[in-house]
């Protein structure tokens, strides 16, 4: 078979990019063994399955973020000292949760998402380790989960009697209640804050007073429960 030179333009091409793959491949090899090491580990998988297991969960276009992730995973267990207090994870968890880690690229939620595997290995943790709270982290954009710690670590002087605190100098400054603080005297958070926190709403770590007609009202915003379980999965014990 005789191919015209446009035919064989495009097979040179291809074969450029298999090799290409094959070189990446190759040099990922070492690092994709220590992953599969490292995962093996934490839900006590055959160590000489879990090379393809790390491929398999990682895939080679996110491997660089995925490396980063676990070499963060590491050095928090290494400063907490886990040593003969770590418990197997399932698979169901470890596995949406490295593939929701290794696409992640804001160090605020990947940090997020180390804490949270750390703490469902550490057998001293007693809160609460839910799979859904992989799809809520991966459902938050940087903002969000700035505005998520504020709310949670929030200082009992800008905390009303309802739990509820005023939203307009978040994430980086709180209004205090006192006794001259008044909804006439706070102003109204920004559009982009307001989304926000609507959205933080949605995946259900905030409540926010209804008004009149079903309408929210971000002038205020409370923590939950499931927000605290969450937030507290999510940090450093």
């Not at 090799?19 to 599969?36: M, V, Y």
């Not at 995962?39 to 276009?61: K, N, T």
């Not at 205090?176 to 307001?194: A, F, W």
Request: hydrophobic share 40%; charged share 25%; proline share 4%.
């Amino acid at each position: 078979m005789i191919l015209n030179d446009e035919e064989a333009k495009a097979v040179q091409e291809t074969a450029k990019a298999v090799q290409e793959i094959a070189k990446t491949i190759t040099a990922l090899e070492p690092h994709l063994k220590a992953s599969g090491k490292f995962i093996g580990e934490l839900i006590r998988y055959p160590s000489e399955q879990a090379s393809g297991l790390a491929g398999d969960i990682l895939g080679i276009i996110r491997s660089e973020i995925a490396f980063r992730y676990m070499s963060r995973v590491e050095k928090i267990m290494e400063k907490r000292d886990m040593t003969g207090h770590q418990r197997p994870v399932a698979l169901s968890f470890v596995y949406p949760l490295l593939q929701a880690a290794s696409l992640e690229e804001d160090e605020d939620i990947s940090e997020m998402f180390a804490q949270l595997l750390v703490n469902a290995v550490d057998s001293n943790y007693s809160g609460t380790i839910s799979k859904s709270f992989i799809q809520a982290i991966s459902g938050m954009e940087p903002l969000e989960a700035q505005l998520l710690k504020a709310i949670a670590e929030a200082p009992v002087t800008a905390i009303d009697e309802t739990g509820m605190i005023f939203t307009e100098n978040l994430p980086t400054d709180y209004v205090d209640i006192t006794e001259n603080t008044s909804e006439d005297n706070v102003g109204q958070p920004s559009l982009e804050i307001e989304i926000a926190l609507t959205s933080l709403r949605q995946i259900g770590c905030v409540k926010i007073p209804v008004g009149w007609g079903g309408a929210l009202v971000p002038k205020h915003v409370g923590i939950n429960e499931y927000g605290k379980a969450l937030f507290r999965a999510c940090s450093s014990t």
